[in-house]
């Protein structure tokens, strides 16, 4: 049985077509496509690529896999060309990884940063069989073993110095179906593109301004929309006038929504101007009483008490309390939407687009067959196209105009009436005796979201409270935890790093405090406290590069910290000149990871160099307020997102070497990184930081 | 409708627009130049950064009236030809960008500087105010660093 599984697992099927095109399940172990009974040679299926991994060689000599994720910014389309050209033995230039549009079912989800892991085996496999295919391909065209043929650079070569691009012998291989040759992956000890730090695949798109998001689209007749809103959180449109509005230049159409009141023009500046030209009166949302101190109470309020401690033990305690923070994509949230009567396609980034083509089928009237959606690249997430608000309201404007319409929210949109971090109270408590931590217990309350209309624009129900983390990363003896909520009609969503960004941070700093109270160092007492032997390595790793307990002048610190998540480890250490504890700025950070094998360890860098910026933003100086029901911050001149002068001039980071397969990195150093730099400026400062952000 | 003309890019281009009109929609939604992106509106995250006779400026902040008979270049036309202007170079080979939305404004922002200043110290790269959401600064320093060092 366990035999016939692991077969079953690692079944790749060959689509009927006339260049070779081989295909992969996606998601669990099981493939359930139709006329794939037989695993243990491929099989010619006809159906659909739904939840597939599909790769096709081009007679042009090109490589494509239509991914079903989406590109955001974390790199999941270099390392995904990356594992086909190893399998392959394609240059990483002949493979094209363009992003699939919604499917009907199968595993279209971005996020948990799952992508690398949940793609490294599909994607290895298949690549892997198409190359044995076109080397017998070749070895049949050429009457000599295949046995005696190599891959390289595209192609197929023979002993004798006759080659064949993979293109010229795409037809013919699609016709095998046994190949003469293994089409097992490589070990991992031949990898030769795996493994090596590599520049993003549209790294010069980008750098020319090539680089097409969903604003950037000319898709015929879409005009340019905006939306006026609301001054608070819910705020509806009890009457509207718009005489002025539609007696502008170049303004198509004015129409009510939900969310408020949408402009349809010939550019962004009528769109604006138009939009601004409505006279609405609002009535306010349902928050208009609500402002931050009562969100905090209620919020200490909704704690559930902690376990009472042993007996005979002293106690550390803590309460944190982390604001409400945007996403704040540089992207703001743009869809292009067509629809007509008996059809729809949309254009947009999304990390769910299998739901989004749900939902915006239910909401414009239309069975999902008829709904076209086209992922496009996003200018970043975080967390953000998980949910697509935009694409819903853009398919009802563009159904009620009667236009294809280019929705863009304004960035205050985005700030104002975009999803948000959920605000968090935390209530720690570390039970020591005799040196040691005999009971750690963690409390916590978090905003949820309880809004009707919410889910008619595109937001599932926000997930639970947090709980307390149950890793059991430190022998801290017997832990406990509970989670409250208050329900708030808030928009909010998850956050890169999701609950382990506050969760963790908060016990991060814990553990910090225990360590002072206890007289011991925080990377010492780290290393006898944790578990795992993967974690003390990476901080070992992370103290030595960035020679912890270096002595610095005063106002200036260091401060640490760990975190373990998605099959992953990360230790960050940071330094902080704190000398005007009102404008701190962290000098260095050094990270150390360890994820398995990193399949592009430059990408990765850049996943650890952006959550040290986020944890430097969140905890030193970016969150929003809200003020009767509205949200304070309106752009990026008052959320407080770092910009190069708040960045450490000084980065590095350090990947362990790791035969494991992948773990997940994207989100990994959130914790560690905003821990790292709480515990720096509390050492700096000589003060206990309870609030996040600090200066706010 | 007024009619504005300049060089744009290396070209000559005439528009009719309103004077208001800022030049990011002029440039994005008339002419179909879609390097310089929209962020913010209000020049605060800079994404939509590029040149006025060579000095950095914010399109979405700069109306179209201020820009008659003058010289506009955007990311598109930094590159001479399919040679790669110093900065781009630099950011290829650091592999600095992310999402990538914000970098042609970091590029065209990182030029300009090294037009100013050959050899800019980390306190003249503290002050590119540019926003990177994705937080790629350590490489937009190395970068300009590098391309400083190039030229």
């Known amino acids: ?696 | 409708m007024p009619s504005y003309s300049f060089v744009l890019n290396g070209k000559r281009v005439t528009v009719e627009a309103p004077a208001d009109m800022p030049l990011l929609w002029v440039l994005r939604d008339l002419l179909n130049v879609t390097g310089p992106k929209y962020g913010c509106g209000v020049g605060a995250c800079r994404a939509c950064t590029s040149h006025l006779d060579g000095e950095e400026i914010q399109p979405c902040v700069v109306p179209v009236g201020d820009c008659a008979g003058r010289k506009v270049t955007t990311i598109e036309g930094l590159a001479d030809g399919d040679a790669l202007h110093p900065v781009q170079q630099a950011w290829l080979d650091c592999d600095v960008a992310q999402c990538g939305f914000c970098q042609p404004g970091q590029i065209m922002a990182a030029a300009a500087l090294l037009k100013k200043t050959s050899r800019p110290t980390d306190a003249d790269i503290d002050r590119i105010e540019n926003v990177c959401r994705c937080g790629t600064y350590s490489r937009i320093r190395e970068a300009i660093k590098k391309a400083a060092a190039d030229t």
């Open chain 1, 1 to 696: 049985m366990a035999r016939q599984l692991s077969r079953r697992k690692f079944v790749v099927y060959t689509l009927a077509a006339s260049t070779l095109t081989v295909a992969a399940p996606l998601g669990c172990g099981t493939p359930s496509a139709e006329g794939a009974e037989d695993a243990a040679s491929d099989v010619l299926v006809t159906g659909t690529d739904e939840e597939m991994l599909v790769l096709e060689v081009t007679r042009a000599n090109k490589v494509v896999v239509r991914l079903p994720r989406v590109e955001v910014g974390q790199g999941v389309t270099t390392a995904v060309a990356m594992m086909i050209a190893e399998e392959l033995d394609a240059r990483l230039a002949d493979v094209e990884i363009p992003l699939a549009d919604a499917r009907t079912e199968g595993n279209q989800f971005t996020g948990g940063s799952n992508s690398v892991s949940s793609l490294y085996g599909p994607a290895r496999r298949l690549a892997a069989t198409a190359r044995a295919k076109l080397v017998t391909a070749a070895a049949r065209r050429w009457k000599v073993p295949a046995w005696s043929l190599r891959t390289g650079r595209t192609r197929v070569f023979a002993p004798d110095g006759r080659s064949a691009t993979f293109g010229s012998l795409t037809a013919s291989a699609a016709g095998i179906t046994r190949p003469a040759v293994s089409a097992k992956p490589k070990p991992a000890a031949e990898h030769r593109v795996i493994g090596r730090p590599t520049t993003r695949i549209d790294a010069r798109d980008i750098v020319t301004g090539k680089a097409e998001y969903t604003g950037d689209l000319s898709v015929a007749g879409a005009r340019p929309t905006v939306v006026a809103r609301p001054p608070t959180l819910g705020g509806k449109a009890v009457s509207v006038d718009d005489r002025a509005a539609r007696a502008l230049p170049g303004v198509h159409a004015v129409v009510e929504i939900d969310g408020g009141v949408a402009v349809v023009a010939d550019t962004f500046h009528h769109a604006f101007q138009a939009r601004d030209a409505l006279k609405i009166k609002w009535a306010p949302g349902p928050l208009a009483n609500l402002s931050d101190a009562a969100i905090r109470s209620r919020l200490r309020a909704a704690v559930p008490k902690l376990a009472a401690p042993p007996g005979g033990t002293a106690q550390t305690e803590a309460e944190f309390e982390f604001a409400f923070v945007s996403h704040a994509p540089m992207e703001v949230l743009t869809a292009v939407a067509d629809v007509r009567s008996g059809s729809a396609e949309i254009w947009f980034s999304s990390q769910s687009p299998t739901d989004a083509r749900e939902s915006i089928a239910s909401a414009v009237g239309l069975p999902s067959s008829k709904v076209w959606v086209h992922v496009m690249r996003g200018g970043g997430s975080f967390g953000r196209r998980l949910t697509y608000d935009a694409a819903i309201e853009a398919a009802l404007i563009s159904k009620k105009a009667r236009l294809p319409v280019k929705l863009m929210w304004s960035r205050t949109d985005d700030i104002r009436h975009g999803r948000m971090r959920p605000a968090t109270h935390h209530r720690i408590r570390a039970s020591h005796a005799r040196g040691r931590v005999v009971a750690f217990a963690h409390s916590t309350a978090s905003v949820s979201e309880s809004y009707e209309g919410l889910s008619a624009q595109g937001g599932a129900r926000a997930a639970a409270a947090p709980l307390p983390s149950d890793s059991g990363l430190y022998n801290f003896g017997r832990l406990s935890g509970d989670s409250g909520s208050v329900d708030l009609a808030m928009p909010l969503g998850a956050w890169r790093s999701v609950d382990s960004g506050t969760v963790r941070t908060a016990e991060e700093i814990v553990v910090d405090e225990i360590a002072r109270t206890l007289g011991e160092d925080p990377v010492a007492f780290r290393r006898t406290t944790l578990r795992s032997r993967t974690v003390k390595a990476v901080l070992d790793k992370a103290a030595t590069a960035g020679r912890w307990g270096r002595s610095m002048p005063s106002g200036q610190a260091q401060g640490v910290a760990v975190h373990e998540e998605y099959g992953s480890c990360v230790a960050c250490l940071v330094e902080i000149d704190a000398t005007d504890p009102k404008n701190p700025r962290v000098t260095k950070v050094v990270m150390a990871a360890d994820v398995g094998t990193a399949v592009n360890p430059r990408g990765l860098e850049a996943q650890l160099m952006g959550t040290a910026v986020d944890g430097i933003s969140t905890v030193l100086r970016a969150g929003l307020h809200i003020d009767r029901g509205a949200v304070r911050e309106s752009s990026f001149a008052d959320f407080h997102y770092a910009r190069q002068r708040h960045a450490p001039p000084h980065f590095e980071a350090h990947i362990m070497p790791s035969k494991r397969d992948p773990g997940g990195a994207g989100e990994l150093g959130v914790p560690a990184a905003a821990g790292a730099v709480a515990n720096a400026y509390a050492r700096a400062t000589g003060t206990k930081p309870r609030r996040f952000p600090i200066n706010f």
